[in-house]
């Protein structure tokens, strides 16, 4: 049975960047299926996802701003597919679809490498790598964008929702390294965060930094919080 992979997005307002999203993901490969968890969109974006009746997109519609994990794991639980990348909805793709269906192998974590640029007009350079691990533990591993088997999720649980928004990323990847799921560096697979498209929201990093510190050093002592939920 061949692979296929679902591109798990958050989105909000994002009806003018959409097609270019639509175009690199389900339009690029026939292996691909997006899914896109609306938080309130006002600017046609769900009229026009649903106008495109694409049976390889799924919208969920939450109807207001939610957390990083609560979006994510609504997209994990809603994908059909074994393999889930982790995206956002100004972000694209450079490397082909194909070289990435070829780094699958026994791995269950997958880092890819990323920028903020402009696109297509990015520069092949400075590329980030986040997965610093080194073998007495120190570093961190941060899967910005990226992949996950659904293995993890069932194991070690879905996106933590302790978070609001950031660093609930840093946690999924540094949990599974903890647990001993294979992370797979990928530096030839190459994804651009789009520089000139304005963020849709800006928080306060320090309550989610602490929240991170915290749950590191429990996955350190190989400890699982209680309130994580599980994909069955």
Not at 78 to 84: D, G, L, P, Q, T
Not at 90 to 96: I, T
Request: aromatic letters at 12%.
């Amino acid at each position: 049975m061949r692979e296929s992979i679902s591109v798990v997005s958050g989105t909000l307002n994002r009806r003018s960047i959409l097609p270019l999203v639509i175009e690199n993901t389900v339009s690029a490969d026939d292996r691909i299926e997006l899914v896109l968890v609306d938080g309130g969109s006002t600017d046609g974006t769900i009229e026009y996802v649903k106008s495109l009746d694409h049976p390889r997109i799924k919208l969920i519609e939450v109807g207001s701003r939610s957390s990083y994990p609560h979006f994510m794991n609504l997209g994990v639980r809603n994908a059909s597919n074994e393999y889930i990348c982790q995206w956002n909805d100004d972000v694209v793709l450079v490397s082909p679809w194909r070289e990435v269906f070829a780094t699958i192998d026994e791995s269950k974590v997958y880092v890819f490498a990323w920028k903020f640029d402009k696109y297509p007009k990015y520069k092949d350079k400075k590329w980030m790598l986040i997965n610093s691990k080194k073998p007495d533990g120190s570093g961190e591993i941060v899967v910005n964008f990226g992949m996950y088997h659904k293995d993890v999720f069932r194991k070690i649980g879905l996106y933590n929702g302790a978070y609001k928004f950031y660093c609930a990323d840093g946690d999924m990847a540094q949990r599974a390294w903890y647990f001993g799921f294979p992370i797979k560096n990928c530096p030839q697979i190459k994804v651009v965060s789009i520089a000139d498209v304005p963020k849709s929201r800006e928080y306060d990093l320090s309550p989610d930094w602490d929240c991170y510190q915290k749950h590191i050093k429990l996955y350190g002592e190989k400890n699982l919080p209680g309130n994580l939920e599980y994909l069955r």
